[in-house]
């Protein structure tokens, strides 16, 4: 049986917020892209004080998770993902590598926790784990290491299958990331070597599994405000909403077919971050400098562009007056919030 919430009355169209929707006004399952375009062309101090308003409800706005990750197999990708410099199709800065060792990961999960990251998350640059059987093992072996770390951990593996979900979350696995990118209506023109579906298969396998989904996706593709809003509806008419929804802004890598994009706006960052009409307890993770709460994205040890380190994070979040999550905090919020809401939670589907 798969639990549904009931989507709630909700009034789409205001031409000033004064005061925070109900929590039952904020979750729901069933959007059409004309009421999700509504909402992304709404005054944008509307759209951020509505957006602000859930949070609250659901969040104590000063705290934010503070998440570490860490690339374990670098470049040499199959996959054309026109954006990504670890394709093996563009010729790019980025150096192709082996699957690393499991103790380099947990000095770095070590490291991480020391630093305040409450989540770890592990990326390896390829398409699936076919033919990977040992590294696979090695990558399950990790996942069982730093949970016992009492972290959280999430991996992003590429594609896939059910039973591959299943070992994760049996290693401990709390969150897998695969993100949609863009609308499926441009996705094709940002990669054409797996389609929209098989990545929505990605995802259910790792919901059936019992594994939270993180699933979002990247800005300045290229992509129009009709692809944006065709992302979030995307996301916004799953069975179960992401409960993480990262929002990218592009960082154009020399050599890959989207070297010379436009950086995309910060006032289109913002709609899009605010836009994405799902359950409260969920969260948002940046890419950025700038603290969209409760997520903020480390990067000590992964990426293929400069991120700032501890001291500077520590610095930014003294100055903006935010404290870190304990671990699986967000999970207890989630569930919290779902038990106060029973209202949401009766439908039920075969
Ligand atoms: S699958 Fe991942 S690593 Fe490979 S090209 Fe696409 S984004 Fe890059």
Redo the contacts with the bound molecule.
């Keep these: 049986m798969l639990r549904l919430f009931v989507p709630a009355p909700t009034r789409l169209a205001r031409t000033l917020a004064t005061h925070a929707s109900s929590p039952a006004q904020s979750s729901r399952l069933s959007w059409s892209k004309q009421q999700i375009q509504d909402l992304y062309d709404s005054p944008l101090m509307d759209l951020v004080f509505r957006a602000a308003s859930v949070h609250r409800q659901h969040h104590d706005p000063s705290k934010i998770q503070l998440c570490t990750l860490m690339n374990i197999k670098t470049g040499g990708?199959?996959?054309?993902?026109s954006?990504?410099s670890?394709?093996s199709r563009y010729s790019t800065p980025t150096k192709a590598s082996r699957l690393v060792d499991i103790e380099p990961v947990l000095e770095a999960a070590r490291k991480a926790k020391e630093n305040g990251s409450t989540r770890f998350c592990m990326g390896a640059?390829?398409?699936d784990l076919a033919g990977r059987k040992r590294g696979f093992e090695k990558i399950l072996e990790m996942v069982r290491e730093v949970r016992a770390m009492d972290m959280e951990v999430c991996t992003t593996l590429?594609m896939l299958s059910p039973d591959q979900a299943r070992q994760l979350k049996e290693a401990g696995l709390t969150a897998y990331n695969h993100n949609l990118d863009t609308s499926r209506e441009f996705y094709p023109q940002v990669?054409t070597t797996r389609s929209y579906d098989e990545r929505l298969d990605t995802i259910s396998a790792v919901r059936d599994a019992g594994i939270s989904v993180c699933s979002g996706g990247i800005l300045g593709l290229g992509e129009s405000d009709a692809d944006r809003v065709g992302l979030i509806w995307e996301v916004s008419n799953m069975p179960e909403h992401p409960e993480s929804f990262p929002v990218n802004a592009l960082v154009p890598i020399e050599g890959t077919p989207l070297e010379n994009n436009e950086p995309v706006k910060y006032h289109v960052l913002l709609r899009d971050n605010r836009n994405g009409p799902h359950r409260p307890p969920e969260h948002h993770y940046p890419t950025g400098r700038w603290p969209k709460h409760p997520g903020r994205i480390r990067a000590g040890y992964m990426l293929t562009t400069p991120c700032s380190p501890w001291d500077e994070d520590k610095a930014m979040m003294s100055r903006w007056g935010l404290t870190g999550m304990n671990s699986f905090e967000q999970q207890e919020q989630l569930e919290a919030s779902k038990a106060t809401r029973p209202e949401e939670n009766v439908a039920q589907a075969a």
């Design positions: 990708c199959t996959e054309d993902c954006y990504c670890q394709s640059a390829w398409r590429g990669i």
